[in-house]
Every structure is written in structure tokens, then in C-alpha cells.
């Protein structure tokens, strides 16, 4: 009876640690809230970057160089990075010649939007770094030549709405640069990672057109499109014009190191490290 008392027991562990390594490893805390997947990624902030391995080279290669090609065309274009992290793509993009932008990076960890102001330092005075949630994005429609999410729709509690969002914001013409998770672990990502055959019918769906989903990781599909449309934009305006209160959706206006809604009287400050901090608001 000891004996299968014991097995039980160790059934048990076994199953639970099973569950424990697919919530926590491969899910990464997607299912047990926003909460839990913010928590992890403040808790790797600082090692990010040695966990994943980037290789900045392939990072310009295959990210930065052919996205600013893409944008040439257009004067002194504006781009939104979406759960931007350790500002991955802020890097690839910024270090190209040809790209003459600005950046608007968000992320919900703030510990890693802190990690990203010390990695992309020497472009600051054309990254604004963000702190928010990527499920309803603060920005008036129209308003980025270029919106990217990477590695990150599949630990959003709603990825259709996340990718609803992303093309909102996105100007006619723009550019949307996204992932998709595929492989073995993909499958254990259920209304999560969408099946590689169906994602590119997906983005089909949205407005946009010129999609092009190629393999790009191990790990991801990588998708280009453009939002239909009649190609306008570039040129970059002040945050205060696209921006919108969090909280009512109203305009907001500079006061010292904070944006103030004259609406609902909600103000969002600066951190010491220059993030604006939407997702804090104060009164």
C-alpha cells in the first residue's frame, strides 16, 4: 500500500511539474494573466538578453536593413514597436543610415522598458519609450508609417484583438511587421499561436494587402504586409498630437515631465528613466 501511495505521490510531482514548466516555460504565464507574464519578464529583465542570444547582426539584417528600406519612401517616417522589450528593433532600426525616423516603443514589463533605455542609449533622442498595455493601444487611427510586434502576440490574452489594434494605428500604405509562433511548442499555445497554414488568411482578414509570411526562426513565421489604402504620412509631430488619454481617450498636454488630461484630470509622469508611465496613471 506504501508503495502505491509513494507512486501516486510521485505521479503527482511529476504532473505538476510538467503543468508548472508549460505555464511558466513555454506558456510563459500567458495563461494565468497579464499579471504573471509582466512578473516574469520583470524578473529577467536584466538577463534577457544573454537568455535569448540575439545576434545583432542577423537582428539588422534581417529586421532593421529591409525595414528601412521599406520606408524610404517616405520623409522622416514614425514607427511604433509593440512590446518592444529590451527595444530589439528600436536597435536594428535606429543603427541604419537610410532610416531617418523616430521610434515609439511599449511594452507592459516596466523593468524591461528600463532595461531598453540603458541598451539603446546613444538613440534616445529618437526613442519615447512607453510603458502600456498593447491590447488597446493609445494612439489615433492612422498614425505610424510602420507598427511591428515581435515574439509577443502569442503571451497576449487576445492576440486577433492585439493584431485589430496594431493595423488601427497603422497609416494607409504603412507597414506591419509581425511573428507568429509555430513548431512543436506552438501547439501547446492553444488560442494563442495561430496554425501556420491559417495565419497568413489571418492577416487577410484585416486591411491589408501584399502579405508575405515567411519562415524566419525555429521558433516563428515572420509576416510583412501593407494596410490598404492610398499611401500617405511621414513627417513627425509632436506626441501630444496622436496620443490619447488611456483612461477617456482624450487629448493630453505637456506639463514639465507629465502628460495631463483635461477630460477626466489624469496625469502620467516620466520615470527618472524617461518612460512615460501610461499605465500609471495619477490624479
Same mark, same amino acid.
Given at each position: 500500500?506504501?508503495?502505491?501511495?509513494?507512486?501516486?505521490?510521485?505521479?503527482?510531482?511529476?504532473?505538476?511539474?510538467?503543468?508548472?514548466?508549460?505555464?511558466?516555460?513555454?506558456?510563459?504565464?500567458?495563461?494565468?494573466?497579464?499579471?504573471?507574464?509582466?512578473?516574469?519578464?520583470?524578473?529577467?529583465?536584466?538577463?534577457?538578453?544573454?537568455?535569448?542570444?540575439?545576434?545583432?547582426?542577423?537582428?539588422?539584417?534581417?529586421?532593421?536593413?529591409? *525595414?528601412? =528600406? @521599406? !520606408?524610404?519612401?517616405? $520623409? %522622416?517616417?514614425?514607427?511604433?514597436?509593440? /512590446?518592444?522589450?529590451?527595444? +530589439? *528593433?528600436? =536597435? @536594428? !532600426?535606429?543603427?541604419? $543610415? %537610410?532610416?531617418?525616423?523616430?521610434?515609439? /516603443?511599449?511594452?507592459?514589463? +516596466?523593468?524591461?522598458?528600463?532595461?531598453?533605455?540603458?541598451?539603446?542609449?546613444?538613440?534616445?533622442?529618437?526613442?519615447?519609450?512607453?510603458?502600456?498595455?498593447?491590447?488597446?493601444?493609445?494612439?489615433?487611427?492612422?498614425?505610424?508609417?510602420?507598427?511591428?510586434?515581435?515574439?509577443?502576440?502569442?503571451?497576449?490574452?487576445?492576440?486577433?484583438?492585439?493584431?485589430?489594434?496594431?493595423?488601427?494605428?497603422?497609416?494607409?500604405?504603412?507597414?506591419?511587421?509581425?511573428?507568429?509562433?509555430?513548431?512543436?511548442?506552438?501547439?501547446?499555445?492553444?488560442?494563442?499561436?495561430?496554425?501556420?497554414?491559417?495565419?497568413?488568411?489571418?492577416?487577410?482578414?484585416?486591411?491589408?494587402?501584399?502579405?508575405?509570411?515567411?519562415?524566419?526562426?525555429?521558433?516563428?513565421?515572420?509576416?510583412?504586409?501593407?494596410?490598404?489604402?492610398?499611401?500617405?504620412?511621414?513627417?513627425?509631430?509632436?506626441?501630444?498630437?496622436?496620443?490619447?488619454?488611456?483612461?477617456?481617450?482624450?487629448?493630453?498636454?505637456?506639463?514639465?515631465?507629465?502628460?495631463?488630461?483635461?477630460?477626466?484630470?489624469?496625469?502620467?509622469?516620466?520615470?527618472?528613466?524617461?518612460?512615460?508611465?501610461?499605465?500609471?496613471?495619477?490624479?
Amino acid at each position: 500500500m506504501n508503495w502505491i501511495a509513494l507512486g501516486a505521490g510521485l505521479v503527482t510531482i511529476l504532473a505538476l511539474g510538467l503543468l508548472l514548466y508549460w505555464q511558466l516555460i513555454i506558456a510563459e504565464g500567458t495563461y494565468l494573466g497579464p499579471r504573471i507574464v509582466v512578473l516574469l519578464y520583470d524578473w529577467s529583465a536584466r538577463v534577457y538578453e544573454r537568455i535569448k542570444q540575439y545576434d545583432s547582426g542577423d537582428e539588422q539584417w534581417f529586421l532593421g536593413i529591409p *525595414l528601412a =528600406r @521599406a !520606408l524610404e519612401w517616405v $520623409p %522622416a517616417p514614425l514607427v511604433l514597436d509593440v /512590446a518592444t522589450g529590451t527595444g +530589439r *528593433l528600436p =536597435r @536594428a !532600426l535606429l543603427r541604419q $543610415p %537610410a532610416f531617418e525616423g523616430r521610434v515609439i /516603443a511599449i511594452d507592459l514589463s +516596466r523593468k524591461m522598458l528600463n532595461q531598453a533605455t540603458h541598451e539603446t542609449a546613444q538613440f534616445s533622442d529618437r526613442i519615447t519609450y512607453i510603458w502600456q498595455d498593447a491590447q488597446e493601444l493609445p494612439f489615433d487611427d492612422g498614425t505610424f508609417d510602420a507598427v511591428t510586434c515581435l515574439e509577443a502576440l502569442e503571451f497576449t490574452p487576445n492576440p486577433r484583438k492585439v493584431l485589430h489594434e496594431l493595423v488601427r494605428v497603422l497609416r494607409p500604405g504603412g507597414v506591419l511587421l509581425v511573428t507568429n509562433r509555430i513548431g512543436r511548442d506552438a501547439r501547446l499555445l492553444p488560442a494563442r499561436a495561430f496554425p501556420r497554414d491559417t495565419f497568413g488568411d489571418v492577416l487577410a482578414a484585416l486591411p491589408l494587402e501584399s502579405i508575405k509570411v515567411r519562415p524566419w526562426q525555429v521558433e516563428y513565421d515572420l509576416a510583412w504586409a501593407v494596410k490598404t489604402g492610398s499611401p500617405r504620412g511621414g513627417g513627425i509631430r509632436p506626441l501630444p498630437e496622436f496620443l490619447r488619454c488611456p483612461v477617456c481617450a482624450h487629448r493630453m498636454e505637456w506639463q514639465d515631465r507629465s502628460l495631463k488630461c483635461a477630460a477626466c484630470e489624469h496625469t502620467y509622469s516620466a520615470g527618472e528613466d524617461g518612460v512615460l508611465e501610461l499605465a500609471r496613471p495619477q490624479r
